[in-house]
């Protein structure tokens, strides 16, 4: 837990939670129940690096409900993990899961290691001995608790989650469930990589297609043209930033440990990538200008700042230093409550992690889904919509007697793959929680910000559920 007087993550969380039972009506008790963490399971285990050293590395996870199972959430390498840090981070998922409608409690895992310090071998056995202790205490399984990627680790460290459970469930039909986030060729699912990225994009786009929110922020309608600036460019930040410029954005700043860069002109991402890859640096990209900190990047003149690392870098120290209109939570609880409380009074749009992510998780029910029903989306329905579709377009060139061009055939035609099924699930879930949320926070003007509506959308959605299973009256 966090010592006296340290910033507690989970402290933050209980804070918002607090701020949004108000306006709800639910017994104090349910309140309760809802916001602790059901199990917490802390353990320690040695390992044998390559050069013959012995470490006993600290790794957790939470399962913070279980009014629906499996439990969910993503696993983070990281050397700032610590109890206080997944708490708050499980309970998000639950909070996360239950706003778009996935049918998970919330859960989340955590290992203190910063994995640039260890090999791939040793990264491989930190992780097979990690998913070993989670099945000796039954914290894994498709119908208990499934976890996936977060800060740190990526579809390899979940190839290897799922080989170490397959070897010990040998004859478990369900297996390829115990995990999501893997690669395509391991049961993955086609469009998981990049679906948080996506998310944002997908959430932001409908905020920024609201005409009484843009008044509320002085910005013109649409995403087409804003100046965008994004922290860390790992997963979540370079997808986020790609799909923004895809869609006519300016990405103006990019951010990584190493430091910031700015250009008013724009920033190509995919070069900044490859800039990265090369030099080891997002620094001294051709055309733009250097910052040494990372955290100048925050404080950058823009429209929309997407902090998309790690949690508490926007806090009661900068926070009045900020210059953006939105700001969109792509990584978790990257505002302190201290930053909530001073950007709020000046008008900035906060759009909450607790939904604004949940792009990863939604993709992952597919992939669980895909795991549990063993057939790639599409498989069955694709050629019957293109044979259909031809005999459409055949029909009425034959009836109208015009032709229609190869481009049009070809995209009236297309039968849905397995991308563009969980792309359109992805867009709708978004779309979707979007809405019931500016709604909550439209039809109740007392809810001061949209963090709270996000909040009031998740405790009446989670003490419903409790309340239908009878546990409550
Ligand atoms: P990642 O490890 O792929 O990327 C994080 C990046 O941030 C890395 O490139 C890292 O170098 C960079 N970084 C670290 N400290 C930084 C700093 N001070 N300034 C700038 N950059 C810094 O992790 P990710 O999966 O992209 O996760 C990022 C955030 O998004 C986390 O808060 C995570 O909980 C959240 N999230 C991830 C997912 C997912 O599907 N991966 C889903 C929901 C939420």
Not at 361 to 389: D, I, Q
């Amino acid at each position: 837990m966090a010592a006296k007087n340290q910033y507690s993550f989970f402290k933050n969380v209980e804070k918002s939670f607090d701020k949004a039972s108000v306006f709800t009506t639910w017994d104090n008790g349910i309140l309760q129940q809802i916001k602790q963490c059901n199990s917490v399971y802390q353990m320690r285990f040695p390992i044998k690096r390559e050069n013959g050293e012995i470490v006993t590395l600290e790794a957790y996870r939470v399962q913070h409900s279980h009014h629906k199972t499996p439990c969910k959430g993503g696993i983070r390498f990281s050397n700032a993990v610590n109890q206080d840090e997944v708490m708050a981070l499980a309970a998000l998922m639950t909070y996360k899961c239950a706003i778009v409608n996935v049918p998970f409690g919330g859960a989340k895992g955590g290992i203190k290691i910063s994995p640039r310090d260890y090999t791939p071998y040793e990264l491989e056995k930190i992780t097979r001995r990690y998913t070993a202790e989670l099945i000796k205490k039954n914290f894994i399984g498709p119908g208990i608790d499934v976890p996936a990627p977060d800060y740190g680790t990526g579809e390899r460290e979940m190839a290897w989650i799922l080989d170490t459970y397959v070897a010990m469930h040998p004859a478990e039909i369900d297996a390829a469930g115990c995990v999501t986030g893997k690669p395509v060729t391991q049961g993955g699912v086609r469009g998981r990589k990049e679906a948080t990225g996506l998310g944002v994009f997908y959430g932001l786009t409908e905020i920024c297609n609201m005409p009484t929110l843009m008044e509320k922020v002085g910005l013109p309608i649409g995403v087409k043209g804003k100046r965008v600036c994004v922290q860390g460019m790992g997963n979540v930040g370079y997808h986020s930033a790609l799909f923004f410029q895809q869609a006519g954005a300016i990405i103006v700043g990019i951010a990584e440990y190493e430091g910031a860069i700015y250009n008013d002109e724009g920033l190509d991402v995919e070069r900044v990538w490859l800039h990265r890859q090369k030099t080891k640096s997002i620094l001294d990209f051709p055309g733009s200008k250097n910052f040494e900190k990372s955290s100048d990047a925050l404080e950058m003149d823009c429209d929309i700042l997407i902090p998309a690392a790690l949690e508490n870098v926007i806090n009661g120290e900068n926070a009045g230093r900020i210059r953006a209109k939105i700001i969109g939570e792509a990584a978790n609880g990257p505002l302190s409550a201290e930053a909530d409380d001073i950007l709020n009074p000046k008008g900035v749009l906060i759009v909450p992690d607790m939904y604004l992510n949940a792009g990863g998780v939604t993709v992952s029910y597919f992939e669980w889904l895909k795991n549990l029903s063993h057939v790639r989306y599409g498989r069955l329905e694709k050629r019957f919509t293109e044979n259909m579709n031809l005999h459409i377009v055949n029909q009425l060139e034959e009836l109208t007697g015009k032709t229609i061009s190869t481009v049009e055939k070809d995209f009236i035609m297309h039968g849905a793959d397995e991308v563009d099924l969980v792309r359109s699930g992805l867009e709708e879930t978004m779309t979707a929680a979007t809405r019931e949320i500016v709604d909550i926070w439209q039809k109740t003007p007392a809810i001061p910000d949209m963090r709270t509506a996000a909040y009031v959308c998740a405790i009446n959605k989670v003490a419903t559920s409790y309340a239908e299973l009878g546990i409550f009256p």
